[in-house]
């Protein structure tokens, strides 16, 4: 076995895009993520080398401009990237959640106008969910959308925008009691709305304001943010899919993806990890060998492998099921819960086979030490995956007494 995670049944397509984003990862991503990451700097040139490669428009149907590729593609994709520098596949997993939501629940004029400029890089996507006092509870929602004639006037505060400041089209989730009479569940009286903005901070149009970068333990340079709406003015074509009430469920329909991101991202963080964990085992000598040759080494060098290979596998199915039209919050769910455990673990591994020297910022696995935490709570912590998990067993395996 030459490498790690490899993925059987790819075609030919797909062969050759991977290998060309591996390449790409190898020759301009990790050579200057370390220093990026350092600085906190956004990665202009990798990220315009990935619009030049034609990856923004990679899942976005060939009739809109894009490659019109499946989830599984993606994910390959993803985990490449994540091996070079996990906060660039975060700069693309947004923008394809976004994607993904329009292809799947937009109006034919929001598909017409939005797709072919998203699949050209030209109109960058960022999602928004969470709020300040919000955690995992998503009915619990506080901004809101008000009818005013034929615009909507949203208020609230947002948090945790990946790409807040450099999109420039955002989804946002709100409160909409039009049509929904009182007592309506709260997940059914949720709307999704399109917002254009300029990219930037500050006043980025009237009524909405991106304060600023919030800084980060890692997953820098990717600008995670807030978002303030206060009497944003919002078109009533820009609800999504044109029909208040559905943006629960549009949204979710989008995190499945993004769960399936996140397991892809823990795979490529692992993989590095490995990678680097093995290569400096066989370069540090202790004893007068090897610290490969020591047999505790070893252990450690294959129990890595083995959450790296079994990571990969429950990933690739959770993508395949979602291609294949079926139902996968199960499948992701599991996938984004082990892949991002077992990221945190093998990286921690391969941050003690490293030693002290591990604790220096000379060295690579410094980084993603502080990069895999992220992957422990992004689309959902652990427990909220155990949860669905749970209960979607229960569905599957209901006791007829």
Partial sequence: ????????????????????????????????ATELEHRDEYPQAIVDGLKELGL??????????????SLLTYALCVEEIARGWMSVSGIINTHFIVAYMLKQHGTQEQKDYFLP??????????????EPGLGSDVSAITSKAV???????????????????????????????????????????MTTFLVEKEPGFGEVRPGLTIPGKIEKMGYKGVDTTELIMDG??????????????????????????????????????????????????????TFGKPIAQHQAIQFKLAEMATKVEAAHAMMVNAARKKDSGQRNDLEAGMAKYLASEYCKEVV??????????????????????????MLLIGEGTAEIQKMIIGRRLLEEYRFQG
Avoid at 22 to 32: G, L, Q, S
Wanted: hydrophobic share 35%; proline share 3%.
């Fill in 1 to 32: 076995m030459a490498r790690l995670a490899q993925t059987a049944g790819l075609t030919d397509v797909q062969q050759e895009i991977l290998s060309t984003v591996r390449d790409f990862v190898d020759k301009e991503i990790i050579p200057v």
């Fill in 56 to 69: 923004f428009g990679l899942m976005i149907p060939e009739e809109y401009g894009g490659l019109g590729e």
């Fill in 117 to 130: 400029k998203m699949a050209a890089g030209d109109i960058r996507g960022a999602f928004s969910m969470s």
């Fill in 147 to 189: 009818r005013d004639g034929d615009e909507y006037v949203l208020n609230g505060q947002k948090m945790w925008l990946t790409n807040g400041g450099t999109s420039s089209l955002v989804a946002v989730l709100v409160r909409s009691d039009e049509g929904h009479p009182e007592g309506t569940a709260p997940h059914k009286s």
């Fill in 232 to 285: 944003l003015r919002v078109p009533a074509d820009r609800v999504l899919g044109g029909v208040t009430g559905r943006g629960f469920y549009q949204m979710m329909d989008g995190v499945e993806v993004g769960r399936v991101n996140v397991a892809a991202r823990g795979c490529g963080v692992a993989q590095r990890a490995f990678e680097l964990g093995v290569q400096y085992a066989q370069q540090r000598h």
């Fill in 348 to 373: 921690e591994d391969a941050f003690r086979i490293h030693g002290g020297y591990g604790f220096s910022k000379e060295y690579e696995i410094e980084r993603l030490y502080r990069e895999a935490p």
